[in-house]
């Protein structure tokens, strides 16, 4: 079976981790990353979600933290703060700056960023094929209004330094409209015999992969069933900020309105909290097929059961 | 009184700590750096000679090492030979790579490595001025012959990874035909009151900021004495392995023919130890001023007592 995965971030990564305990042998799992978080520090492209994923199913993660390395150094971090070169609210440790050292020399020499990740795979062995969602550059902005006015941050800037604490006014996926999805995206979504949107956040995670000119008409319009799992639970997200970019774009932080937002064209099926059960009459009634099942991701047999209830609901409604 | 030293990397950031300690308040030293030995790796500049002076000068140093930085970790040394990136050889901390990400980030919005120095040692506040003998990039090759044929390495290759093992067959300083005095340079030696060379490898290290057109004319022609202190002392150098790139250019190890190296056209003074006192006399018929005095550097106030010997020197060739 070839199972394609749209996927943000520490709550991707984790979804991801319980995928592959589920799938049977030889089945073949392709990650479409969210690259609109990437930004370029200190003259490196870093890249935090493809970087969650990788080292997530690759054994490198900082389990606690959900982001960055296991046993990591901060001297680099530490001598930047030193010479009076920031940002210092972005996190990067030694080990992790190794990677976008590799990463930056490789694209410098002309490599696009899809061969980039394959060759970092190479080392991580995630267990699954991570492609970009495109090669081309894409940068989530945020407009907000604060003391300074209104004015546009970074995805970066508005989530670690400002900790969403700010409302959020609008969602620009800065570079998107031209971007053009990267090699082997399409084909995978064509070939796939299911495709799953892990609970990750809606607006800036699997949205800004579905902005991309081509992604979101592929999957809408793919052979394979598309079934979700909500990031919202009881009325909030499971972590993170998503209700913050949600309200950007009007979009209430509920199970069923999420549903309704990705949308009928797009999804087939919905996996709602069970403390979320009122809201599957409603997702169905937007003609997207419903189930309440336990959304806590708290280990990877936990997980790995969410991946399985999703996999059976794909071949529910593929019928 | 305004001192200029040219400088290249541990001899003559030892040579530099201990001038410090023999001047008298208010004197100006200027130190002009050898950059030859740069080298591009991991996509960053890393100016291993500037760095030595700035670090042993700002109190970062390795003091064993004679290089790099106290308190060092290496992490992302560690993780570069994990996703197989070379090379490995060359020892890169993780606060000296701080260092290098800085530098190429600030060259990479278009700053002059002049301009990059000052910055870099306004956190480091060596008490010296150092300026690079360039602001364009200079990289001292080195002809070999061995199992490979006869190929040209980078001095660093030469240096570290082969450990100047093989024969030098010629130094090739490519870049240096065509590169400019950085701004400083020609004036600070012009309206210096005493020049000195310290005990660096007179061809690797002070040749090379001699290879830039105009600074060795400028030096020969200065109103200022200008008086060097052997690197050689009995027949070997102190520390390194300039007998191998000597030995390229034609000039024996010993601390006589390096004087004639750097001719009477360069040189007011010589400084040889002790134990080659009875190469003063053939170093006075070249018509160079000579002494014979300790020139081990075997602590600051040894380094010191060299210095003001150094100067001392410098005021009688003066007369």
Known sequence: MRIVALAGGIGGARFLRGLKEAVAPGDEITVIGNTGDDIH??????????????????????????????????????????????????????????THIVRTQMISAGY????????????????????PMSDDRVETH?????GQGTRAVHFQEYWVRLHAAVDAEAIIPVGADTAKPAPG??????????????????????????????????VASAAAPVVGLSPIVGGAPVRGMADKVLAAVGVDTTAEAVARYYGADLL????????????????????????????????????????????????????
């Open 41 to 98: 520090l200190f003259g490196l492209k870093v890249c935090p979600d493809l970087d969650t994923v990788m080292y997530t199913l690759g054994g490198g993660i900082h389990e606690d933290q959900g982001w960055g390395r296991a046993d990591e150094t901060w001297s680099v971090k530490e001598e930047m703060k030193a010479y009076g070169v920031g940002p210092e609210w972005f996190g990067l440790g030694d080990r992790d700056f190794a």
């Open 112 to 131: 696009p960023l899809s061969a980039v990740t394959e060759a970092l795979c190479d080392r991580w062995q995630p267990g699954v094929r991570l492609i």
């Open 142 to 146: 945020v407009r907000i209004t604060d």
């Open 185 to 218: 995206v399409l084909e995978a979504v064509a070939a796939a015999d299911v495709i799953l949107l892990p609970p990750s956040n809606p607006v800036v995670s699997i949205g800004t992969v579905l902005a991309v000119p081509g992604i979101r008409q592929a």
């Open 268 to 319: 087939d099926g919905w996996l709602v909290d069970t403390s979320d059960a009122d809201a599957v009459q409603g997702v169905e009634e937007a003609g997207i097929r419903c189930r309440a099942v336990p959304l806590m991701m708290t280990d990877v047999p936990a997980t790995a059961a969410m991946a399985r209830t999703a996999l059976e609901l794909a071949a529910e409604v593929r019928g």
